[in-house]
């Protein structure tokens, strides 16, 4: 089982911005490579779930190669998008 971190943050995002990143998340991103852009960060990974105002990302650590999963609520979340695959 992959480890799980939590990305913390005491800043938000506004509540427009949070209502249009839950309507992205419901429009079938699960299961796909997202890059997720947030207030701490940019991170690129496999979304595995949305719940509870919380997503979920298994992203790749480079330095242990191992996969972490990542709980990462959804009022710190800038953007989210389907990564680019030619």
Do not use: H, W, Y
Request: hydrophobic share 50%.
């Amino acid at each position: 089982m992959a480890e799980e971190k939590t990305i913390r943050s005491s800043r938000r995002v506004s509540l427009e911005k949070q209502l249009k990143i839950q309507e992205q998340l419901s429009t079938g991103l699960i299961d796909n490579i997202v890059v997720v852009r947030t207030l701490v960060g940019t991170f690129i990974g496999c979304l595995l779930t949305v719940r509870g105002g919380v997503i979920r990302l298994r992203v790749f650590s480079g330095v242990d190669r191992v996969f972490i999963v990542i709980r990462i609520p959804i009022a710190i979340i800038v953007d989210i998008f389907r990564f680019p695959c030619p």
